[in-house]
């Protein structure tokens, strides 16, 4: 498949803690609005899934989807590999232990679905009926490099509502569904987006989360 590369003030752009203009505050990005997806894929015999928040119907005649992966997941691999994905539109009564599931451990170190007889669409791929709302079965036409991310634009193959719940945002997984973090006293920051703490009294202007993968920008001093 065709592999475009983003030109440097583009990939520039991608980090917002790269950005020294003093009008730019970064917090203003948590304005544009997110869900919360489970995508998934398949190699051989192997599944994989992983929580994204980015993505987005780009054309409507005929149908084009855009799909957001860092690189460092390994699903991004598994796609660009195949060129093949599902895209699972969670609902607002996902528990927390689907997005822990998904987003908080590497398919690469462990097998999400093992012991699980899971539904498959006509792709072969897995998808998630009990939490959510519907799903459409994409095949890559062509991939964007930014850099840290790939961009994958997808023509949607086979596509289903199973569901009348809302869609969960990143806005509603952040306020009602995410446990509230509960830091012990101690000197150091914690992360705004998965709550993991970094100790010690001087966060370094080049530290990014180990979980979420976030730069500074998303710490606060607990």
Not at 13 to 23: F, R, V
Not at 24 to 51: E, H, M, P, W
């Amino acid at each position: 498949m065709p592999v475009l590369r983003a030109g440097k003030e583009q990939m520039y752009m991608n980090n917002a803690d790269d950005i020294t203009n003093e009008e730019f505050d970064a917090k203003s990005l948590y304005q544009i609005g997110y869900g919360l997806y489970v995508l998934t894929t398949r190699d051989g015999d192997k599944d994989n899934g992983c929580i994204v928040n980015t993505v987005m119907q780009v054309t409507s005649t005929p149908p084009l989807i855009a799909v957001v992966v860092s690189k460092q997941n390994y699903t991004c691999g598994l796609i660009q590999k195949t060129g093949k994905l599902n895209i699972n539109s969670l609902s607002e009564s996902t528990p927390f232990e689907v997005f822990k599931h998904f987003g908080y451990q590497s398919g690469k170190d462990t097998d999400k679905f093992a012991g699980c007889s899971p539904e498959r669409s006509a792709n072969g791929l897995i998808i998630l009926p009990k939490h959510t709302v519907g799903y459409l079965s994409l095949e890559v036409e062509r991939e964007l490099d930014f850099g840290t991310h790939i961009q994958f634009m997808c023509t949607p193959v086979e596509g289903k509502l199973l569901s009348d719940e809302e869609t969960v945002s990143y806005t509603y997984y952040q306020n009602n569904i995410k446990p509230k973090p509960q830091p012990e006293k101690k000197s150091g920051f914690i992360c705004r987006i998965c709550g993991y703490v970094y100790e010690g009294s001087t966060l370094p202007d080049d530290y990014i989360c180990p979980i979420c993968k976030h730069g500074v920008a998303d710490f606060e001093p607990i």
